[in-house]
């Protein structure tokens, strides 16, 4: 089965950029939608951004589209989440998250099978 290890995240302040990786070993997940997502402490999960495995179609949250950009790059075998104009309420653990090959792609953590372990991203005002 994949495994998914993100990478990317730290701290930074009002106004920056990060990138986070979300790299898969174990096998290609070049036919399975892969998502990010974020949860801050005693919240809920919540869905920040998708890329789908058939025509590479994006989805965003209102609260981040014009500001993050999903892509991936099958060569590499990683997603990643370019993140920019940082907020302070963008402060979260964010989390990538695949399903099983030829789903289609969701915006509910609950149809996704496979996550890592989260990286920690702070902004500071």
């Known amino acids: 089965q994949v495994q998914l290890v993100e990478s990317g995240g730290g701290l930074v302040q009002a106004g920056g950029s990060l990138r986070l990786s979300c790299a898969a070993s174990g096998r290609t997940f070049s036919w399975q939608p892969v998502a990010w997502f974020r949860q801050a402490p005693g919240k809920e999960r919540e869905f920040v951004a998708a890329?789908?495995?058939?025509?590479?179609?994006?989805y965003y949250a209102d609260s981040v589209k014009g500001r993050f950009t999903i892509s991936r790059d099958n060569a590499k075998n990683t997603v990643y989440l370019q993140m920019n104009s940082l907020k302070p309420e963008d402060t979260d653990v964010y989390y990538c998250?695949?399903?099983?090959?030829?789903?289609?792609?969701?915006?509910?953590?609950?149809?996704?099978?496979?996550w890592g372990q989260g990286t920690q991203v702070t902004v500071s005002s």
């Open positions: 890329v789908s495995w058939s025509d590479g179609t994006t």
């Open positions: 998250a695949t399903r099983v090959p030829f789903r289609a792609t969701a915006t509910d953590k609950n149809e996704y099978d496979f």
